[in-house]
């Protein structure tokens, strides 16, 4: 992709989305798969993963990505923003269940997956402390992430015991729904949570290298992430898998 330099984006209107840059990262990569399902144009803004990123700082208040700023409105940068910013913007099939219930459990899985304290959150505590306790130390003192995200030898513990929950209260919806008939999380549609699961599904199964030629360091991590969760149903990454193929998601950075 062709990225814009945050100062020049600034003097810009429209909608201006921060993306990491040259990187399979998740939440930026989810965040375009839902505008573009929704048509939404955007200018994509060079953010840099783990800099310093002064000049989207000064814009946006904001260090990492993704961020949104359409026109003169305030930054988004929660996936719940996000999302209503491309559902208020675009135009097509929504991605969020018209049904109250359905609605109410899209957004609660959503949120387990991608939310503070939810699995991601939980699995970059444990990536953290792959290196062990040493090392960690040693990193703390210039990486800001380690007291960002609360890194501690017992919630590494705590973080793969809550991340396998995580994966458990998925498991168990999928198989209802494949029983019910239905080909997706939640509802009988693509919703949002189909696609953040296509994302966020890497420490359960990694993509193909010809799906995503991601980084050998960063494969390697999401690999010994995986070993610690343990052996999983196949369901999580057929539905991942599925999802990809019949709704051509981005997958390019």
Not at 188 to 194: E, F, H, P, Q, Y
Request: aromatic share 8%; net charge negative; charged share 20%.
């Amino acid at each position: 992709m062709n990225y814009i330099e945050p100062a020049a984006a600034r003097e810009m209107d429209g909608l201006r989305l921060a993306l990491t840059a040259h990187a399979p990262a998740p939440y930026s990569l989810s965040a375009r798969a839902i505008l573009d399902h929704h048509g939404v144009p955007y200018v994509p803004v060079l953010q840099v993963g783990g800099g310093p990123n002064e000049d989207l700082v000064t814009w946006t208040g904001h260090r990492n990505a993704p961020v949104a700023v359409y026109n003169d409105e305030a930054p988004r940068v929660g996936w719940l923003e996000i999302l209503n910013l491309a559902e208020r913007l675009g135009s097509g099939p929504s991605l969020v269940p018209s049904d109250i219930d359905d609605r109410m459990l899209m957004v609660a899985l959503s949120n387990e997956l991608i939310g503070e304290n939810g699995f991601i959150w939980d699995l970059r505590i444990v990536m953290l402390g792959l290196g062990g306790p040493e090392q960690a130390a040693g990193a703390r003192v210039r990486n800001p992430m380690y007291d960002q995200y609360g890194y501690s030898e017992e919630a590494v513990a705590r973080g793969v015991d809550r991340a396998g929950a995580v994966l458990d209260r998925l498991t168990a919806q999928l198989l209802a729904q494949r029983d019910a008939g239905r080909q997706y999380i939640v509802g009988d549609a693509l919703s949002a949570v189909d696609i953040y699961w296509v994302y966020f599904s890497q420490a359960v199964g990694t993509f193909p290298e010809a799906v995503c030629a991601m980084p050998k360091g960063m494969r390697t991590v999401y690999d010994a992430v995986g070993e610690m969760l343990g052996e999983r149903d196949p369901i999580l990454v057929e539905q991942r898998d599925r999802v990809l193929a019949e709704h051509g998601l981005p997958m390019d950075f």
